[in-house]
């Protein structure tokens, strides 16, 4: 079975890349899954439920999020009613949503997916090592594809996710820091791991941000100019 993961889609122009690449990418390398982290595709700030129809239109199977998933109110009542949107299944119970599910291939294989969130210089939520260990203790044995997007901050707190988790999931995948990483490896129990997938969106950007308006902000420490906004062109996946 072949999986493909997307790495954090970026505003518009992130979703035009999906939209102009992503059936090319299926059906030339026979992807049988797709999972992508969405958590800022609308606008770079969070998801709203018409971008992920928009985007589960496209053929994503799973849409993972994180920290961004809460800042558009009109997403709440929609995570309840599409179970194909997580957000990390490590905030209390009582927010809407889920952070794990089982969803089914092309080929009707059953494949778990898994979002969770980091917690250094992140919001609060509950550990998300012990969430893991919850979330796996519950999965029915028989499900052996096991996918987790991890996001969060520190590269030492995904690396720890990836080895507590080793032999025991699929794939443990970091995202958040929009910048990917050179460590893509299997580790000793079978786990696929990489600390962060990295962005979906403008090549000439920050972190997907109009590059002069950061570099303004860092210039000036002023925070006055600092409104996120995608550059439209010299787009990368």
Known sequence: MRLLFIGDIFASPGRRIVADRLSRIVTAEYI???????????????ITPLIAEELLGLGIDVLTSGNHVWDKRELYEYLDRQPKLLRPANYVEELPGKGAGIFRSKTNIPVAVINLQGRTHMPLTECP????????????PTVTIRFVDFHAELTSEKMAMGWHLNGRVSAVIGTHTHIPTADTRILSGGTAYQTDAGMTGPYNSVIGVDKDIVMRRFLTGSHRA???RAVASNCTA
């Open 32 to 46: 049988d899954f797709v999972i992508a982290n969405a958590e800022n595709s609308a606008g770079g700030f969070g």
């Open 129 to 140: 090592f012990r969430k893991a260990d919850a979330i796996l203790n519950s999965l029915d």
């Open 226 to 228: 600092w409104k996120q």
